[in-house]
């Protein structure tokens, strides 16, 4: 486990920022920290990094909660309530959130904080994680530390009325990247790159040795797509990372995309 502070790059002075919006809603800025999974990108959390942050956004955020399990129908700032004559949904609650109370869930929840980070100027350093493929192969990469943003799932944490506060959910690897291809999908569009290079290499080994590096390198493209299911495979890649790790060559810049979900 390490520890990240990544207030000292946010790229600005987090002392010079306004403490308000164009509606004149109150903000606060507060220091917080949180775990992110070092390892399997959203789904590492046996071991994981505490990440030291900061909340700048409202003071106070409204959630209109469903009564029956506490999901969230709406997250507003104050003036952006409804007004006495709306009448109210009996289905919700109207939950005032304090989030200096849990800074983490308002990082989640707030659509309005971070307005900082607009200007051109901004610049935010992030690192770099990688899942390494076997040689040869793409690198399935990813910003790290990963913003809460991506690691909770607003749309189903929800408030718990007993204990009175908000639970997130985590996202998993497929909420972001999609359902893994089976391995019958993966073959199968590894012909498709296969048969997408036949012409070009034909016409390639027409031309005698003028071409020759070309050819070569084609070759060994092509040698890798064969190889492909059985390398991932051999090499433990789970499969919701393979699509992303297919071989590339600078020879075809168009057919080197990932499977279609919709082939089977």
Not at 8 to 34: A, R
Not at 35 to 41: G, I, L, V
Not at 106 to 124: C, G, I, K, R, T
Not at 201 to 208: I, S, V
Request: net charge negative; hydrophobic share 30%; with cysteine.
């Amino acid at each position: 486990m390490a520890n990240v502070d990544l207030k000292t790059n946010l790229g600005i002075d987090i002392e010079e920022i306004e403490m308000t919006d164009e509606h004149g809603t109150e903000w606060i800025k507060v220091e917080y920290s949180y775990e992110c999974p070092n390892s399997n990108y959203l789904e590492g959390w046996d071991d994981t990094d505490t990440i030291d942050t900061v909340y700048i956004g409202p003071k106070y955020l409204y959630f209109f909660a469903n009564k029956e399990d506490g999901t969230f129908d709406k997250v507003l700032r104050e003036f952006e309530l409804p007004d006495d004559t709306h009448e109210p949904d009996p289905e919700t609650s109207l939950i005032k959130f304090d989030c200096e109370s849990d800074p983490l869930a308002a990082e989640v929840l707030s659509d309005y904080h971070n307005n900082f980070m607009d200007p051109d100027e901004y610049e935010h350093e992030v690192g770099q994680k990688i899942i390494e493929s076997p040689e040869g192969y793409e690198n399935f990469e990813y910003p790290y530390p990963i913003h809460p943003d991506e690691l909770y799932c607003d749309e189903r944490s929800y408030w718990d009325f007993d204990a009175k506060k908000v639970v997130l959910v985590k996202m998993s690897n497929a909420d972001w990247i999609g359902d893994a291809p089976s391995w019958s999908q993966i073959r199968e569009h590894r012909m498709k790159l296969l048969a997408n290079t036949d012409a070009q290499y034909l016409a390639l080994k027409a031309m005698g040795d003028s071409k020759a590096d070309e050819v070569a390198e084609l070759e060994d493209y092509r040698q890798k797509l064969r190889d492909f299911p059985q390398v991932m495979q051999d090499s433990g890649i789970p499969r919701i990372f393979v699509d992303s790790m297919w071989p590339k060559t600078k020879l075809i810049e168009f057919g080197q995309t990932e499977v279609d979900p919709e082939d089977s």
